[in-house]
T-cell receptor, first 114, second 114 residues
Framework: AQTVTQSQPEMSVQEAETVTLSCTYDTSESDYYLFWYKQPPSRQMILVIRQEAYKQQNATENRFSVNFQKAAKSFSLKISDSQLGDAAMYFCAYRETSGSRLTFGEGTQLTVNP | EPEVTQTPSHQVTQMGQEVILRCVPISNHLYFYWYRQILGQKVEFLVSFYNNEISEKSEIFDDQFSVERPDGSNFTLKIRSTKLEDSAMYFC????????????FGPGTRLTVT
């Protein structure tokens, strides 16, 4: 069974600085998708960024980028120029290409200090 | 922007009672999901639903659980006889089609079983 692990329960960053959230996963599949979801205090999860495993190029969405290391089964999220609105719980998630269920990590609570 | 909505936001019930959690997915979405998050634990997949039938379910989704799309807009999760361990946040999600990546999540219903 696939597992996703986020080893950092909490992280903090100063406004305008850069922070990296870690995620590792375990799978025997060669093709799959990885996601980062953000859950603000209102508790509605929203998709931040996704990565297809067959793509070597790391995904980027504005201030958010990932470092995808397929061999190491690592998928970290980098947030540049952190803003107060980035404060939230961040979940790493995995999905098989053929399936639709998401498998989540434990979550990392990000605090942004002014 | 269209959103997934869930009602109620908080439900308190006594052990052994039946509860129905309601979700209104985004109107043109075809795939529907329920996830739950027990306090302090990972978000876990329960069930996916497409074309008026369950397409996938987890080992958590036993005979005590059922899902239904009673009309063109609602998607419900019924727990037949609640247990203390059913206390959790329940999230509904939906997505457009098979090829779409993003699941859109609702804000959740907090279920407390006493």
């Amino acid at each position: 069974a696939q597992t996703v692990t986020q080893s950092q329960p909490e992280m903090s960053v100063q406004e305008a600085e850069t922070v990296t959230l870690s995620c590792t996963y375990d799978t025997s599949e060669s093709d799959y998708y990885l996601f980062w979801y953000k859950q603000p205090p209102s508790r509605q999860m929203i998709l931040v960024i996704r990565q297809e495993a067959y793509k070597q190029q790391n995904a980027t969405e504005n201030r958010f980028s990932v470092n995808f290391q397929k061999a190491a089964k690592s998928f970290s999220l980098k947030i540049s120029d952190s803003q107060l609105g980035d404060a939230a719980m961040y979940f790493c998630a995995y999905r098989e290409t053929s399936g639709s269920r998401l498998t989540f990590g434990e979550g990392t609570q990000l605090t942004v200090n002014p | 922007e269209p959103e997934v909505t869930q009602t109620p936001s908080h439900q308190v019930t006594q052990m052994g009672q039946e509860v129905i959690l309601r979700c209104v997915p985004i109107s043109n979405h075809l795939y529907f999901y329920w996830y739950r998050q027990i306090l302090g634990q990972k978000v876990e997949f329960l069930v996916s639903f497409y074309n008026n039938e369950i397409s996938e379910k987890s080992e958590i989704f036993d005979d005590q659980f059922s899902v239904e799309r009673p009309d063109g807009s609602n998607f419900t999760l019924k727990i037949r006889s609640t247990k203390l361990e059913d206390s959790a946040m329940y999230f509904c999600a939906s997505k457009t089609g098979q090829g779409s990546y993003e699941q859109y999540f609702g804000p959740g219903t907090r279920l407390t079983v006493t």
